[in-house]
């Protein structure tokens, strides 16, 4: 028995030891982190010179609130986060997770729009499917129906446009006439709300666990920023799963030289060392509602010098390591090897991704699109089979969480030839154990 519960009552090995982009259990078998958890160990695990920095912090400090002190590991990555983001995003608020990110981001947005006279502005479009966290106001933002439904009568809903699934849809998504085909449902729903109601457009630069690695279409985020611009809106961009590198870049949004007015961060950042995410804001939002009394807003761990520590020391080994330019190098290797299982599995209906944020759909009909029976469960059972082999991956469904099984693999930035070589075996292995038991069912 165990007092703990979490999402179901299954129950997983106990974990013994982690190392790199390994783990192992209580009795020995050892895992391959091949969804760097939950895309959060982007420099892997057990990294020496972090748990050093950490060590060190431990000597001076483990806590000091933001009410009371300032603290150098705080003030040092800080500043360190805003050398990285675009100019003009130099103010960092901290805080302990991804949700949390983004409540902070939409919450300064709402109080810049009412310290400012603008008071009429409050809604915060989003795209579905998408998910953005799981606090009730992040909650608001997400459209993925088995995680909102349950909680629709407490929530303020917000209004949503569709994904840019051009796969799913028959066009092509490197012509510039797709991306503005999808940006101008955008256009056309701040017209439909009233572009004065609207407070912001709240977008993932590469879709994360709800759309499966979704790369947006060619023009779609510049025609969406020039849209936001054109009606005075704020546009967030959510990189708490693509940001610190996951992408090949620093900032995913750097592919496209986006430039946001407020990102959001987590997941990375912390690298699974400590609790860490921060919200990084434009100067123009955060004076005027300082000068207004300040942010009504905050945590208790904001800014914990040990968690700032652990993210100073992970950056550090970012760039040290070269670990953006290998996620970007391995990343296309990663994605060839799953363009070679897709033509060896038919199961396998679409591969998308960019660096190590990478994706296949399972689909009963590629030409189609159709999807697996929802009645198979096809994205937990894969997971399943695979971590049964030892490898480790991560799945969601793409269509609104109903139906549109898709696995993430997403290894740690340190993966070598050897690491993606023992990864593709294990998917080769598993689809081939999963189509199996499907052909069974079908008899």
């Not at 949503?160 to 449902?185: E, F, N, S």
């Not at 400590?274 to 123009?284: E, H, K, S």
Request: proline residues 6%; negative net charge.
């Amino acid at each position: 028995m165990s007092n703990l519960f979490y999402q179901g009552r299954g129950r997983k090995p106990v974990l013994e030891q982690a190392r790199g982009v390994y783990l192992w259990d209580k009795d020995g078998k050892r895992y391959l982190d091949g969804s760097s958890g939950a895309m959060v160990c982007n420099i892997g695990h057990s990294n020496p010179a972090v748990l050093a920095a950490m060590q060190r912090q431990m000597g001076k400090s483990t806590f000091g609130y933001r009410l009371h002190f300032e603290t150098e590991a705080s003030e040092n990555l800080a500043a360190r986060l805003a050398g990285l983001c675009p100019k003009g995003l130099n103010r960092v608020f901290f805080v302990s997770g991804g949700s949390e990110a983004v409540e902070s981001a939409v919450k300064l947005a709402r109080q810049h729009a009412v310290a400012t006279g603008q008071g009429a502005r409050w809604k915060v479009i989003s795209r579905a499917p998408s998910y953005h966290g799981c606090t009730l106001g992040a909650l608001a933002l997400t459209g993925y129906a088995p995680l909102t439904d349950p909680f629709a009568p407490m929530m303020q809903p917000m209004p949503k446009v569709p994904a840019p699934r051009a796969y799913l849809d028959g066009l092509d998504p490197d012509d510039p006439a797709t991306g503005h085909h999808y940006a101008d449902m955008l256009d056309a729903r701040i017209r439909a709300e009233g572009p004065d109601t609207v407070l912001a457009f709240i977008v993932e630069p590469v879709g994360g666990a709800s759309t499966g690695a979704l790369v947006p279409p060619v023009g779609y985020l510049q025609r969406a920023r020039e849209i936001c611009d054109r009606h005075g809106i704020l546009l967030i961009l959510d990189e708490v799963m693509t940001g610190i590198g996951r992408t090949g870049r620093f900032l995913a949004s750097e592919h496209w030289d986006l430039r946001a007015d407020i990102i959001v961060l987590s997941k990375g950042l912390g690298a699974g060392y400590a609790p860490l995410g921060a919200m990084i804001a434009d100067d123009r939002l955060v004076e005027p509602v300082l000068d207004a009394g300040g942010f009504a807003h905050g945590f208790t761990y904001a800014g914990n010098p040990l968690a700032c520590a652990a993210g100073l020391a992970v950056l550090e080994e970012i760039d040290t390591g070269n670990l953006c330019e290998n996620a970007a190098a391995m990343g296309d290797k990663l994605l060839a090897g799953l363009g070679g299982l897709m033509q060896k599995h038919p199961l396998i209906g679409d591969v998308r991704g960019k660096g190590l944020l990478t994706a296949f759909e399972f689909m009963a009909d590629a030409a189609t699109g159709d999807p697996l029976p929802a009645a198979l469960n096809a994205h937990q059972r894969f997971v399943d089979i695979a971590y049964d082999r030892g490898l480790i991956v991560y799945s969601r469904r793409t269509r609104n969480g109903l139906e549109g099984d898709h696995i993430l693999v997403c290894p740690p930035l340190i993966v070598n030839d050897t690491h993606l070589d023992e990864i593709i075996e294990g998917l080769d292995a598993s689809l081939t154990r999963f189509e199996t038991e499907i052909a069974g069912k079908a008899a």
